[in-house]
């Protein structure tokens, strides 16, 4: 990211319309009372710029983006490190990382793939509920 941006701490780019990435979103809020974790929808105008500036295309999303201090971390690295964050038994998430990372992502890329016809494309992007909304940005 070029310097006159924020910095994001722990911000996760999402596909707003995919019913499985908002599962996940809704599973990561209910694991994570701290806060630690935030988001940003990929159809948002800020998701849109800041997945664009890191070289991936907002119009056909194929990864979860997380945005930290440590850097981006993309595909099943970003599920790995959003497990890292959350800690208790998500933060063993991090065993997957004796699987090579070519084969996680090709797992991870596979269901990316198959998303929309096996859990569902919204019309528009999810509303969060009152008490999380704050989380969310853009």
Known sequence: MSQNQPTWTN?????????LC??????ILARDPRGVVRFCSIQSELGRR???EQGCDPDNPSTMLL?????VFSHSDAMIEVGQLLGGWSRWAVLLKIVPRPLRDWGYKFIARH???WFGKRDECMLP?????????G
């Open 11 to 19: 911000l996760l780019l999402f596909d707003g319309v995919c019913g």
């Open 22 to 27: 908002i599962r996940a979103v809704q599973s």
């Open 50 to 52: 800041l997945y664009l």
């Open 67 to 71: 945005l930290t201090p440590k850097g």
């Open 115 to 117: 998303r929309y016809k």
């Open 129 to 137: 509920q009152p008490e999380w909304r704050q989380r969310f940005v």
